[in-house]
Structure formats: structure tokens, C-alpha cells
């Protein structure tokens, strides 16, 4: 691998210079507009000899403006780390290789861009105008005068991950006219020297690299016996498509699988073809997504791709997926809020309507004295009440000294004077959701116990893989 490099940088600083001196024009005395040419003044003898003709005694043509680098320095009061790099993630849109267009929510190769710090120079550009007469000069001079007051900006690039592509130029001074008086016949072209800086960047080639986490999962293909599949994760149920008479792509249904949805995160348990695990002590050991992917003809998106869990009342729960880098036996999911169940509206008699879908908190009524009570106040309570007004605890009395009875399970509200059981637990049957408002975690009511609402065990026929 070769050594040299060159991006012509510089190069195009000078561009850009050149077309901010472009396109201007002048008046002459019969009205006419005519362009203004703009030249780069570093011009060779061999040029310049066929310009004059080969002759001394040919005037070059005027007016026009020759642009060019008067200097270039290294600007020390801008210099920061020299061993800074700078990295950035680009993820790109997939390319139909077919047609050459761009596919709609789909992933294709994703890089990691180190960017090393750039070096810090000053430059000094010149922009020398050429005139015949006065009033061409002043046209063309006050023409730029606004245009610089006293910067603008200049880009060299549109690369987005460029960050040296925006810099600024500014007017600096002025030589007005290089004609000396008394003038002299042989001068008939005057010159204004206009003097501009800009910072510059000269920025040394970036290193560009695969991204080193698990974006991707190639599908296997195989040739195998119609009907079978072997490898440790074999499905009884899988369904087999041909492709052709040597060839088979497999479309696997994760029959075997059950699904443990905890904190946000999901992790493949094998049941072993015993059905679905009552409880993670019960299932068998956790499996490898990596692995469990590979089967599927599908490409696996992070991000895009979905996992669905099924709802008693026939909907789905929606997350997208992502791999932890670390971990192969974690999904990673982060849940689409318009799935996740609607809160059961519970009426009660002082408290806000908006809020008769969730409770303040949850709470062991043997160890908790509701002080400072407010009318409206909801608890979901872990055991019962059984407060006697002569040798039961105090706690739970109704102001008017009454005893209060509730069962485990119960939600009970503070009417303002008495506490009242707004959820009876022994009589209720279906489904009902309910969120604690002091933690934000959504809970579910399956007729007989309370339970994180969509966290648990799945079996292997309540969910899915959409790739």
C-alpha cells in the first residue's frame, strides 16, 4: 500500500475563491452589460507569451480579475489535539442491485469513519482587478464592497461528515491602485488589489472501517432432505419452500422456543417439546438468538425488525428488536407504546375520572399507616384488612370509628371521611389492567393474581418474528 495521498485540498479553496469573483459585469457607455472573465493569476510564461502574441508591444485585454494565493501560514492559535480522532457511525440506505434504487426501510452496510485532527493554516488570497478606466474600477469594486462586509462564508465540500468543509473569508485590505502620479503613457491598465484571509484545514485521509456490532444475519441455505432439519435447534413444524430441485431455503417457526419478556429484554427458553414452561425454574436453558436467526431466510434488521407478542383479547404487543453486542442471548426491545394494553377504567367516589385507571401505589397494609389521607387516594393492597374497632389495628378505622374490611388483592380508594373497596378481587373475573402511578409499570389482573401486565413467560405459539 502506497504512502502518497492527495485530495487536492487546497485546490479547492482556490475554486471556491475564484467563483465568488466570478460573474459580475460592467456598463459601458452605450448601456451594454459585459461579464467580467476571472483568471487564476499563478499563470505559466509559456501561457502569458501566447496571450501577448509573442510581442511586448500587445496591451492584455481588460477589464478582468486574476485571483491567486499570496500566502499561506501555519496558524498555531488554532491548533487543538494533533492525536484527537473523531468517530462516526454511518449507516446506509440498502441498494437494489437489480435496479439500482434505494429500498425503503431497509439497512444496507454500515461503517465507522475515524476523523484525525486536521492541521490549521492561514492563507492569504489576492484579487487583483484590471481596469482601462476609472469608472469601470468603480463599477466593478463596488459591486464586491457589499458583497464582503467584511466575511462570508466558503464551502469546499458537501460531504456531511466533512468538518473542515465550512470556513469563512474575509476582506482584509485594499491597494487601490498600482499607478503612480504623475502617471506615465506606458501604463495604461490600472490595477485594485483587493486582499482576503481564510482559515484552511488541510486534513490527512480518514480511516474507514466495518461496524463491529451484529447488524446483520445471513439466512442458511442448505440441501437437505424434504421435511428434516439437522441441527440442535430442529423444529417438528418447520416448513420447508424449494427453490429448486438441489437447494432448500428453511422458514422456521420457533416451535420449540418459549419466551421470557423481562425488563426489556427477551431470552429464548427450550421447552424441551413439553409445552409451555409455567415458570423460569421450569424452562430449559437459555438459547442463542444468533443461532436461532440463522435459520431464517429473512434478513434481520436492528432496529427494524419486530417481535409480536400475543394479547388474550387476539391483539399483538409490537417491539422492535436489537442484539446486545455483548450478550447473543439477549433481545434487546423497545415497545411500541400504541400496542401496550389500555388501562381498565375502575370508578370510584372522589377520584379524578383521568385517573380511574391507576393506582398511587402499591402497598402491604400491615406495615403501611396511611397518614395524611386525601380524597381521591387509591392503593392496590398485598394483603387483607381486617380493622376492628375494639382489638384490631387503628390503622384502616374510618373516622367515624367504624371498622374496614378488605380482602388481598382489593383496590381501595379514601372517599374523604371512610375507605371504601372500589376493586373487589373475589368477585372479579376478566382481564383488567391497572398502572401504579408512583412507579409508571402497568399491571394486569388474570382473575385470581396481579402480574406485570405483558412481562412473563410466552409459549412458543404467543409470539413472532417479523423480519
Known amino acids: 500500500m502506497s504512502d502518497f495521498f492527495y485530495d487536492g485540498q487546497t485546490k479547492r479553496y482556490i475554486t471556491q475563491f475564484i467563483r465568488i469573483m466570478s460573474n459580475f459585469s460592467y456598463k459601458d457607455v452605450k448601456g451594454n452589460l459585459t461579464r467580467i472573465p476571472v483568471r487564476y493569476g499563478d499563470m505559466s510564461r509559456q501561457v502569458g507569451a501566447l ?4 510581442s511586448e508591444n500587445t496591451i492584455p485585454s481588460a477589464p478582468f480579475i486574476s485571483c491567486y494565493i499570496k500566502d499561506m501560514q501555519f496558524d498555531q492559535s488554532r491548533m487543538q489535539d494533533p492525536t484527537f480522532i473523531s468517530k462516526v457511525q454511518i449507516r446506509e440506505q440498502a441498494l437494489d442491485p437489480v435496479t439500482g434504487q434505494y429500498v425503503i426501510n431497509q439497512q444496507g452496510a454500515n461503517y465507522t ?3 484525525m485532527m486536521p ?5 492569504t488570497f489576492n484579487a487583483d482587478i484590471w481596469t482601462t478606466n476609472t469608472d469601470q474600477k468603480l463599477q ?3 459591486q464586491l464592497a457589499v458583497l464582503f462586509n467584511p466575511s462570508l462564508e466558503l464551502q469546499t465540500t458537501d460531504n456531511y461528515i466533512d468538518w473542515t468543509s465550512i470556513s469563512v473569508i474575509t476582506l482584509k485590505s485594499h491597494i487601490w491602485s498600482s499607478r503612480s502620479v504623475p502617471q506615465g503613457l506606458e501604463q495604461d491598465i490600472d490595477v485594485l488589489s483587493m486582499t482576503f484571509e481564510t482559515h484552511v484545514w488541510i486534513t490527512p485521509p480518514v480511516k474507514v472501517k466495518k461496524l463491529g456490532i451484529i447488524t446483520k444475519i445471513i439466512a442458511s441455505v442448505f440441501s437437505t432432505t424434504q421435511g428434516t432439519i439437522a441441527n440442535d435447534f430442529s423444529n ?3 416448513v420447508l419452500e424449494s427453490l429448486g430441485n438441489e437447494q432448500q431455503s428453511v422458514i422456521v417457526t420457533p416451535g420449540n422456543f418459549d419466551l421470557l419478556v423481562l425488563d426489556n429484554v427477551a431470552s429464548l427458553l427450550s421447552n424441551n417439546g413439553s409445552g409451555v414452561a409455567a415458570n423460569l425454574s421450569a424452562a430449559g436453558v437459555k438459547s442463542s438468538w444468533v443461532t436461532l436467526l440463522n435459520l431464517y431466510p429473512g434478513q434481520f434488521r436492528a432496529g427494524l425488525s419486530q417481535i409480536r407478542l400475543a394479547k388474550p383479547d387476539g391483539n399483538e404487543i409490537v417491539a422492535r428488536i436489537s442484539l446486545d453486542p455483548l450478550d447473543e442471548f439477549k433481545m434487546m426491545l423497545s415497545f411500541d407504546q400504541d400496542t401496550i394494553p389500555t388501562n381498565t377504567v375502575i370508578e370510584g367516589p ?6 380511574w385507571g391507576s393506582v398511587d401505589a402499591i402497598i402491604n397494609p ?5 397518614t395524611n389521607k386525601v380524597a381521591g387516594t387509591r392503593y392496590l393492597i398485598l394483603n387483607d384488612i381486617s380493622s376492628d ?5 387503628v390503622a384502616w378505622l374510618q373516622d367515624n370509628g367504624d371498622g374496614f374490611i378488605a380482602n388481598g388483592n382489593d383496590i381501595i380508594e379514601w372517599h374523604g371521611t371512610s375507605w371504601v373497596v372500589v376493586f373487589n378481587s373475589s368477585t372479579t373475573k376478566e382481564i383488567t389492567y391497572i398502572t401504579n402511578a408512583y412507579t409508571g409499570v402497568q399491571y394486569k389482573w388474570d382473575g385470581s393474581s396481579w402480574s406485570k401486565s405483558f412481562e412473563g413467560i410466552y409459549s412458543n405459539g404467543a409470539w413472532r418474528l417479523i423480519l
Open 51 to 54: 496571450l501577448k502574441k509573442n
Open 119 to 123: 492541521s490549521p493554516y492561514l492563507a
Open 140 to 142: 466593478i469594486w463596488e
Open 113 to 115: 469513519v475515524e476523523r
Open 366 to 370: 400491615e406495615t403501611y399507616n396511611p
Open 389 to 393: 374497632p375494639i382489638d384490631g389495628p
Open 350 to 355: 372522589a377520584r379524578n375520572n383521568n385517573s
Open 236 to 238: 417438528p413444524n418447520a
